[in-house]
């Protein structure tokens, strides 16, 4: 079974100043990784994904991911944020192959809170 | 295209009472998720429908039901209510419900649910 750690429950940065919000997961086979928004009272936005190829993986908002297999990580970064970018921010992972079942595991989430 | 919609967006019952909860899918998606949301147990997996079928089960006890119709919206029924069962409740589609090929799933706004 697929396990996901998200190492920091909170995360305060000032403006413009760069943030990594990290992940680390754990999988007997080959996993997708995402990362997901959540703005407050809102679901979740889809903010990246990885499936395969290139490592390093943009998406929206300015934000991007790296996925190192050795360290079985997939952080988040963003090299300049913004006030608008204060939410909580999830890291998933579904297994590869076999089936037909959709699980997505999610990690506890990350509160970021940009401050002025 | 319309996001995935759900209804009602916030409900209060009491200890006891049954609820049902509805979603409507994105325009084509045949796959439907359901998951709870709680500041303690982060995102959990509740089932997932694909055809008016159960596809996949999460770790929930019985008192937790679904259904899927034909044109894919789903509903979510949870009976002799709990305390503990105050959360969001978060449903996603996707086109095909597909683990293998990392998918993305798309959710909707949620439904608060509280019990008192």
């Known amino acids: 079974a697929q396990s996901v750690t998200q190492l920091d429950s909170q995360v305060p940065v000032f403006e413009e100043a760069p943030v990594e919000l990290r992940c680390n997961y754990s999988s007997s086979v080959s996993v997708y990784l995402f990362w997901y928004v959540q703005y407050p009272n809102q679901g979740l936005q889809l903010l990246l994904k990885?499936?395969?190829?290139?490592?390093l993986v943009k998406g929206i908002n300015g934000f991007e991911a790296e996925f190192n297999k050795s360290q079985t990580s997939f952080h988040l970064r963003k090299p300049s944020v913004h006030i608008s970018d204060t939410a909580e921010y999830f890291c998933?992972?579904?297994?590869?192959?076999?089936?037909?079942?959709?699980?997505?595991?999610f990690g506890k989430g990350t509160l970021l809170t940009v401050n002025p | 295209k319309a996001g995935v919609t759900q209804t009602p967006r916030y409900l209060i019952k009491t200890r006891g009472q049954q609820v049902t909860l509805s979603c409507s899918p994105i325009?084509?998606?045949?796959?439907v998720s359901w998951y709870q949301q709680t500041p303690g147990q982060g995102l959990q997996f509740l089932f997932e429908y694909f055809s008016e079928t159960q596809r996949n089960k999460g770790n929930f006890p019985g008192r937790f039901s679904g259904r899927q119709f034909s044109n894919s919206r789903s509903e979510m029924n949870v009976s002799t209510l709990e305390l503990g069962d105050s959360a969001l409740y978060l449903c996603a589609s996707s086109q095909n419900g597909l683990a293998g090929s990392g998918e993305t799933q798309y959710f909707g706004p949620g439904t608060r649910l509280l019990v008192l």
């Open positions: 998933a992972v579904s297994e590869r192959g076999g089936g037909s079942n959709y699980k997505l595991t």
């Open positions: 325009s084509g998606h045949r796959s």
């Open positions: 990885y499936l395969s190829g290139s490592t």
